[in-house]
T-cell receptor
Framework: DAGITQSPRHKVTETGTPVTLRCHQT?????MYWYRQDPGHGLRLIHY???????DKGEVSDGYSVSRSKTEDFLLTLESATSSQTSVYFC???????????FGQGTRLTVV | QQQVKQSPQSLIVQKGGISIINCAYE??????FPWYQQFPGKGPALLIA?????SEKKEGRFTISFNKSAKQFSLHIMDSQPGDSATYFC???????????FGKGTTLSVSS
């Protein structure tokens, strides 16, 4: 898994609560990504980072924010969780958009 | 807007047979086309990738065929084995893009 650790691996939270997912890498990759995976939708990009404190929105960014204060850490925050955010979240890292991406093991988030 | 279309959604192949998964893309600026393999409960893992300057790439039993004029690429799994049963995703990206754009995935089941 290219030295990518996601935490927590599983979480159940209530609607309206804030949630933060963490991604930690040991590969010194410049790029980090957050995807969500849902049946019938494949993998959809939420946010990505191209360097420390440099982030941008992906296809499904509404309701999510990210921060990257160190090369190795990329945080995904759900400001106020909703049931539609129940999903499996994957962090990925890479050296460039045309150089592939390497995924973590995922975080299964359930919003009740 | 789905920029990478993948088919079929599911596929059942006999052991020893050939599995074929197809993808079509729209953005002619894409210059990197990887395939990912995902087992249940795991993150996607890079399987094989191709760039548009070649029409075919082979790694073991896995082959990517690329047709630039038709904007299509496909994954062929020769001598399919039960251990190949997984979900496969095609993807595409370019140097100026934000990140990999994924197809919706194909669930492959190889029966013994």
């Amino acid at each position: 898994d290219a030295g990518i650790t996601q935490s927590p691996r599983h979480k159940v939270t209530e609607t309206g609560t804030p949630v933060t997912l963490r991604c930690h890498q040991t590969e010194n990759h410049r790029y980090m990504y957050w995807y969500r995976q849902d049946p019938g939708h494949g993998l959809r990009l939420i946010h990505y980072s191209y360097g420390v404190k440099d982030t941008d929105k992906g296809e499904v960014s509404d309701g999510y924010s990210v921060s990257r204060s160190k090369t190795e850490d990329f945080l995904l925050t759900l400001e106020s969780a909703t049931s539609s955010q129940t999903s499996v979240y994957f962090c990925a890292t890479g050296m460039g958009t045309s150089l592939g991406a390497f995924f973590g093991q995922g975080t299964r988030l359930t919003v009740v | 807007q789905q920029q990478v279309k993948q088919s079929p959604q599911s596929l059942i192949v006999q052991k020893g047979g050939i599995s074929i998964i197809n993808c079509a893309y729209e953005n002619t600026a894409f210059d990197y086309f990887p395939w990912y393999q995902q087992f249940p409960g795991k993150g996607p893992a890079l399987l094989i990738a191709i760039r548009p300057d070649v029409s075919e790439k082979k790694e073991g039993r896995f082959t990517i065929s690329f047709n630039k004029s038709a904007k299509q690429f496909s994954l062929h799994i020769m001598d399919s084995q039960p251990g190949d049963s997984a979900t496969y995703f095609c993807a595409a990206s370019n140097q100026a893009g934000t990140a990999l754009i994924f197809g919706k995935g194909t669930t492959l089941s190889v029966s013994s």
